[in-house]
T-cell receptor
Framework: GENVEQHPSTLSVQEGDSAVIKCTYSDSASNYFPWYKQELGKGPQLIIDIRSNVGEKKDQRIAVTLNKTAKHFSLHITETQPEDSAVYFCAASGAYNNNDMRFGAGTRLTVKP | NAGVTQTPKFQVLKTGQSMTLQCAQDMNHNSMYWYRQDPGMGLRLIYYSASEGTTDKGEVPNGYNVSRLNKREFSLRLESAAPSQTSVYFC?????????????FGQGTRLTVV
């Protein structure tokens, strides 16, 4: 099955700096790559996703890049704000089902004011 | 809209006790899921229901059973709780699992088995 590795496990940045979280996946058939943000005491919430036919997607301060050849994808947050502090999860899933979605172990991002 | 609602939010069980975690969604979604979240391991799929009337095993199904009671409700049962089942449990739903649509998560149930 799919295996997703996520780095780093913790990341601390100053407010206004950029943050980058990287994930690799093992199954070349995976074609959907969502990123979830989990705030303390809450369930994960989708913040951005990308499909395998796209190399990059941007939504305001958040962007995701995908390199299918190398089987890795990254989350980029620019101009970080204290409210960006949370745990971020990457995930990868196959062509047809969410049931085979595998999550990375998570990155705890802290943005210092 | 409430989205995905889980009950209870917290539970402590003794080894060998049984309990059912409840989940309901009000978004008319077809697919529902149960995950467990353990430190350093991300979210792991326990069971899922692609549509009303169907259930299938996920990555870590041992020790659990599920029931898709109707389109809205999907429950997770621990028949004989073990300390290894101490975890945070999340229910999620999506419109169509087959199209990799967004999954919406509940707030979680923190379960401790002593």
């Amino acid at each position: 099955g799919e295996n997703v590795e996520q780095h780093p496990s913790t990341l601390s940045v100053q407010e206004g700096d950029s943050a980058v979280i990287k994930c690799t996946y093992s199954d070349s058939a995976s074609n959907y790559f969502p990123w979830y943000k989990q705030e303390l005491g809450k369930g994960p919430q989708l913040i951005i996703d990308i499909r395998s036919n796209v190399g990059e997607k941007k939504d305001q301060r958040i962007a995701v890049t995908l390199n299918k050849t190398a089987k890795h994808f990254s989350l980029h947050i620019t101009e970080t704000q204290p409210e960006d502090s949370a745990v971020y999860f990457c995930a990868a899933s196959g062509a047809y089902n969410n049931n085979d979605m595998r999550f990375g172990a998570g990155t705890r991002l802290t943005v210092k004011p | 809209n409430a989205g995905v609602t889980q009950t209870p939010k917290f539970q402590v069980l003794k080894t060998g006790q049984s309990m059912t975690l409840q989940c309901a969604q009000d978004m008319n979604h077809n697919s529902m899921y149960w995950y467990r979240q353990d430190p350093g391991m991300g979210l792991r799929l326990i069971y899922y229901s692609a549509s009303e009337g169907t259930t299938d095993k996920g990555e870590v199904p041992n020790g659990y059973n599920v029931s898709r009671l109707n389109k809205r409700e999907f429950s997770l049962r621990l028949e004989s709780a073990a300390p290894s089942q101490t975890s945070v449990y999340f229910c999620a739903s999506s419109e169509w699992g087959g199209m990799n649509t967004e999954a919406f998560f509940g707030q979680g149930t923190r379960l401790t088995v002593v």
